[in-house]
């Protein structure tokens, strides 16, 4: 059975840190390319940061370039998203994705709808 666990999500103040992680089991972790997208209340989903798992080229929303780092550790199968210089803006569900098949030019590496595989999210709030 195919599926991914996100963890490390919490509160934090604004300026702070956390380190999200996604478990991957199943064949999954053969992905091309695996992706985190959070969604606030009252908005849609957007994607923040994706990775081509092959080359490990990175994509990042414009909201959030410098300030967050995904990264992999294949031997763990886990992919990271470390998040530095929180705000609260940044407050949200943060799901964890795969995309197994195809590949991907520009800015659809963040649209979700490319993706097929989703973890069931952790909460990450961020106070002023």
């Known amino acids: 059975q195919v599926q991914l666990v996100e963890s490390g999500g919490g509160s934090v103040q604004a300026g702070g840190s956390l380190r999200l992680s996604c478990a991957a089991s199943?064949?999954?972790?053969?992905?091309?390319?695996m992706g985190w997208f959070r969604q606030a209340p009252g908005k849609e989903r957007e994607g923040v940061a994706a990775m081509t798992t092959g080359s490990g080229s990175t994509y990042y929303a414009d909201s959030v370039k410098g300030r967050f780092t995904i990264s992999q550790d294949n031997a763990k199968n886990t992919v990271y998203l470390q998040m530095n210089s929180l705000k609260p803006e940044d407050s949200a569900m943060y799901y964890c994705?795969?995309?197994?098949?195809?590949?991907?030019?520009?800015?659809?590496?963040?649209?979700?709808?490319?993706?097929?595989?989703w973890g069931q999210g952790t909460q990450v709030t961020v106070s002023s």
């Open positions: 199943g064949y999954i972790y053969s992905s091309n390319y």
């Open positions: 994705a795969a995309k197994t098949t195809g590949w991907l030019v520009g800015p659809l590496v963040l649209q979700e709808s490319r993706y097929n595989y």
